[in-house]
C-alpha cells in the first residue's frame, strides 16, 4: 500500500524548565530546554538564585576574617578558595612557608579532592537512578571524611589555612591513622572505578552523553576535569607548582572520549592519584619548623599592590584577584573566579540534540557547584556595546 | 546477561549491622580535638574585645558581667565575650587570636535546639558568686 498524501503536522516546540527546584537537581539553576518531542533543540542557563554578595562582604570585613567568609563560598571546596585567598595575600606580603606547612596544605586540598570526587559519582549513581551505589560510595566517603576531622579538626568546613601556615600541626598517631583510613580508602575507590568501568546501568546511561570535542573546550573556557576528559591537558597544580605540587609526584589524568562517561572516569582515576598524593605527603612529611604561626602576631596592614592567584579546585582552576591600597584593614576589593562558572554559563551548546532523560545526566558530570558561581554579573542591555574590563578597572569599580 | 557486579556487597550487606547512625539516640562519635563548643574562661579574660572584633559572623557581643558575680581585678571594664552558637562557625579564630589564652575548648557539638543558645551559662561557671 503506498503512500497516497502526506500530511504535515507542525511540531510546537515545548519549554520545560528544569530546576530551580528539580528532584534531579541539588542546588538552585534554571536550565530552560527547548525540546521538540524527546530531543532538546536548545537550553538556555538561567543562574542567580543562589548569589549572598560575597565579594562585597569581603569588602567590609578585614582581610584575616575574610579566610573564613571565602572559605563559606562553597562548602564542599572550602580548603582550596581558603588556600587561594591565603596565597594571594601572601604574595602581597611577600611571606615564606616552611615545607611542613606546604605539605600539610596539599594533604588538606588532597584529602578535600577525594571526598569531592567521590561525592559527585556517588550523585551521578543517584541521578541514573541507581540509588544502592549511591549509598555504598556515601558511606566509604565517610572514611576521607573522618580523616579530614583528624587533619583540621571538622567533618567540611576545614578551616586550614592562615597566612604563614596552616592552624594546625599533626602528630605521629594522627598521621598513622589517616594513613590506614586512606589504605582502607583505596580498595573501596578501585572498586567503584570498576563499578562504573563494567556495570550495564551506568555505561548505557552515561557513554555517548554530552560529547564535548578538544575544539569545544578551548572556545568555551571549559576547565578542570571537564576538560581533562576530552583530552586537554590542563592543571594548574601541574603548570604553576604552588605550594608543595613540585615536590610531590603526580601524574595529570587526561581521558579522549569527551563524554559524561569519561568525566567521571577521569575523576575515579583522580581520586587514586589523590590518594597516593596523600600517602606521599604523609611519608615524606617534612620536619622543618613549626608550620602553624601565631596568629596574634600577623601583620593588620597588607602593603598595597594588586595580586592574582589560582588554584586548582576539584571542578577546575579557581582564581582569586585580591587588591589592597595600604591604608585599610579591609581589602580594596576581592573578585573571585570559580570553576562552575566556566563549567555551566559556558555549555549550554552540549545538550541540544540530547534526549530530555539525559539532560540532569550531563549537567552533573560537569558538578555544577551553583553556590560557588553566584556572584555579581552586571549586562549593560542599553548601550549595547562590546569592550572587555582590564583587571586593574575590574577591580577600581570605574570604567 | 552478565551478574551485575554489586550483588556480592549487597548480599553481605544485609547481615552487617546497620551503618546508620542513630543520632539523637546515639551520639556520633567525634574526635576530641574536633572544633565544638568554645567559651572563655572568665578569671583569665580582660574584656579586651579582640575576639568580638575578629569574629567573621559576628557572633560575639561583649557583654558586662552581672554583679552577683566576682569580677577578676584584670578586668577593669567588667565585660566577658558572650557567644551566640546559633550564629557562630565555629572557626576558633577568638581562640587562636586571644592574648591571654582565655578559651576553653571542647568537642561538644550537639546544641541543636528550639531556644538560642550562648556561651552565657558556661563563661559564668567559672567565676565564683558574691555570698549575700
Not at chain 1, 41 to 55: A, L, Q, W
Not at chain 2, 5 to 34: C, G, H, M, W
Request: net charge positive.
Amino acid at each position: 500500500m503506498g503512500v497516497s498524501k502526506v500530511v504535515e503536522i507542525p511540531v510546537v516546540t515545548a519549554e520545560i524548565p528544569i530546576g530551580p527546584q528539580h528532584p534531579a537537581l541539588h542546588e538552585p539553576v534554571l536550565l530552560k530546554v527547548y525540546a521538540d518531542g524527546e530531543e532538546v533543540i536548545k537550553v538556555e542557563v538561567n543562574t542567580g538564585y543562589n548569589h549572598r554578595g560575597i565579594e562585597k562582604l569581603c569588602e567590609k570585613n578585614t582581610y584575616y576574617r575574610d579566610i573564613f567568609i571565602v572559605g563559606r563560598v562553597c562548602g564542599i571546596c572550602n580548603a582550596v578558595h581558603a588556600n587561594c585567598y591565603v596565597r594571594a595575600l601572601e604574595y602581597l606580603l611577600d611571606t615564606k612557608l616552611n615545607n611542613r606547612a606546604r605539605y600539610l596544605r596539599v594533604l588538606a586540598m588532597e584529602l578535600e579532592r577525594i571526598h569531592s570526587h567521590m561525592i559527585i559519582n556517588a550523585v551521578m549513581a543517584e541521578i541514573v537512578g541507581f540509588d544502592t551505589l549511591f549509598m555504598q560510595i556515601m558511606l566509604d566517603r565517610e572514611r576521607v571524611m573522618k580523616a579530614k576531622e583528624i587533619l583540621t579538626g571538622n567533618r567540611v568546613l576545614a578551616d586550614y589555612m592562615i597566612v604563614g601556615g596552616v592552624r594546625r600541626d599533626i602528630d605521629e598517631i594522627k598521621r598513622e591513622r589517616i594513613r590506614d583510613l586512606l589504605l582502607r580508602l583505596k580498595p573501596r575507590v578501585e572498586y567503584y572505578k570498576k563499578v562504573f568501568e563494567e556495570d550495564e546501568t551506568i555505561v548505557k546511561r552515561l557513554v555517548g552523553v554530552g560529547v564535548l570535542k578538544p575544539a569545544d573546550i578551548t572556545s568555551h573556557s571549559l576547565v578542570g576535569p571537564v576538560a581533562r576528559g576530552s583530552g586537554v591537558r590542563i592543571d594548574s597544580r601541574a603548570s604553576d607548582k604552588y605550594d608543595a605540587y613540585d615536590e610531590i609526584p603526580f601524574n595529570v589524568i587526561t581521558r579522549k572520549e569527551g563524554d559524561s562517561w569519561a568525566r567521571m572516569m577521569v575523576r575515579w582515576d583522580e581520586t587514586l592519584e589523590s590518594i597516593n598524593m596523600c600517602l606521599y605527603v604523609l611519608e615524606k612529611l617534612p620536619a622543618d619548623g613549626n608550620p602553624v604561626p601565631d596568629e596574634r602576631r600577623l601583620p593588620r596592614v597588607i602593603p598595597p599592590g594588586e595580586s592574582y592567584a589560582r588554584v586548582e579546585a576539584q571542578r577546575g582552576e579557581l582564581t582569586y584577584y585580591v587588591m589592597s591600597d595600604g591604608k585599610s584593614t579591609n581589602p580594596y576589593r576581592v573578585k573571585i573566579r570559580t570553576p562552575s562558572f566556566n563549567n555551566i554559563i559556558n555549555s549550554a551548546f552540549m545538550y541540544v540534540g540530547l534526549s530530555l532523560a539525559d539532560v540532569p545526566v550531563a549537567l552533573t558530570s560537569l558538578d555544577p557547584c551553583i553556590s560557588c558561581m553566584e556572584r555579581v554579573t552586571v549586562i549593560d542591555l542599553e548601550k549595547n556595546t562590546k569592550y572587555k574590563l582590564t583587571l586593574r578597572e575590574l577591580a577600581g569599580g570605574k570604567a | 546477561m552478565r551478574r551485575p557486579k554489586l550483588v556480592d556487597l549487597v548480599i553481605r550487606n544485609f547481615v552487617r549491622k546497620p551503618a546508620t547512625i542513630q543520632y539523637p539516640r546515639e551520639k556520633t562519635p567525634v574526635e576530641e580535638d574536633s572544633r565544638g563548643v568554645q567559651y572563655a574562661d572568665l578569671t583569665k579574660c580582660t574584656g579586651c574585645t579582640l575576639c568580638a572584633l575578629e569574629c567573621p559572623a559576628d557572633a560575639i557581643k561583649m557583654t558586662p558581667i552581672p554583679q552577683s558575680y566576682e569580677t577578676p581585678a584584670k578586668n577593669p571594664r567588667k565585660i566577658y565575650p558572650l557567644i551566640d552558637y546559633t550564629k557562630c562557625v565555629f572557626c576558633y579564630r577568638c581562640v587562636k587570636i586571644c592574648p591571654v589564652n582565655a578559651y576553653i575548648v571542647t568537642s561538644k557539638y550537639d546544641i541543636a535546639g528550639h531556644t538560642r543558645f550562648s556561651s552565657e551559662e558556661y563563661s559564668l561557671s567559672t567565676l565564683k558568686r558574691v555570698s549575700k
